[in-house]
């Protein structure tokens, strides 16, 4: 189980543990106002019963591990980000001027997981042409060259790098690895029918993650909207 975690800094202090449903899936929540030792204890109490009531990954506000430490873990965004990989492709190239079908890209990961030959056949489908830096990752060439008679190699100085790791060249990148999210910011949006759904919860990240890996939030229902620049 999920669980959501809201936190004011200030007012009247308040620590409050729940369950809502959020998109129409039950979460865990703790609501969180103001700080202090008090409320500290407070709060580390809840996280204790969070776990106790099988609670594992929460979606959490910015700050909220460094500030309070409860040991609960985020939820990352680096599958969702994997699984749209298409339209983060296509946003990513819009705001940056380039043309993928015209690009070298270069595409960087620390081993050759699923999500990697995933996104190798993506790229070699849509990349003029695409530049491997994958540690153990023969067969993985092998079989781009196999499928697609390409060499994953040459075509030039790479335009962009797709990196299930940090950057490694200083080049425009786009980041799918672990921890992405907080080395690159993305914006999403929502159709009508799952605006209306979430009502007062913001689409962010954490939340369409949790939403899309229960199997609730369908990637049709999703826009990206924007990318930071990842560094």
């Not at 700080?35 to 204890?41: A, W, Y």
């Not at 540690?135 to 060499?151: F, I, K």
Request: positive net charge; hydrophobic residues 45%.
């Amino acid at each position: 189980m999920f669980g959501y975690i809201a936190w004011e800094r200030f007012g009247k202090p308040r620590v409050m543990l729940d369950r809502r449903f959020i998109g129409g899936i039950p979460f865990v929540t703790l609501e969180v106002r103001g700080e202090g030792r008090r409320v500290r204890r407070r709060v580390l109490r809840a996280a204790k019963e969070m776990e106790r009531m099988g609670v594992r990954r929460c979606v959490m506000p910015e700050g909220w591990q460094a500030a309070w430490e409860t040991g609960l873990r985020p939820v990352g965004e680096d599958k969702l980000r994997q699984a749209l990989l298409p339209q983060l492709l296509s946003r990513f190239c819009e705001e940056r001027g380039l043309i993928l079908e015209q690009s070298t890209t270069l595409l960087c990961a620390p081993r050759p997981e699923s999500a990697v030959w995933t996104a190798a056949k993506l790229l070699a489908q849509r990349s003029r042409h695409l530049i491997l830096s994958v540690e153990g990752g023969e067969a993985l060439r092998q079989t781009l060259w196999r499928e697609y008679g390409l060499s994953a190699g040459g075509g030039g100085q790479a335009a962009l790098q797709v990196c299930f790791a940090a950057p490694v060249y200083p080049i425009p990148a786009l980041l799918l690895g672990s921890g992405c999210q907080i080395r690159q910011k993305v914006s999403y949006g929502l159709n009508a029918l799952w605006t209306e759904k979430l009502g007062e919860y913001l689409p962010t990240p954490q939340l369409l993650t949790a939403l899309w890996e229960i199997g609730a939030l369908p990637l049709s229902a999703v826009e990206v909207l924007s990318l930071g620049n990842g560094a």
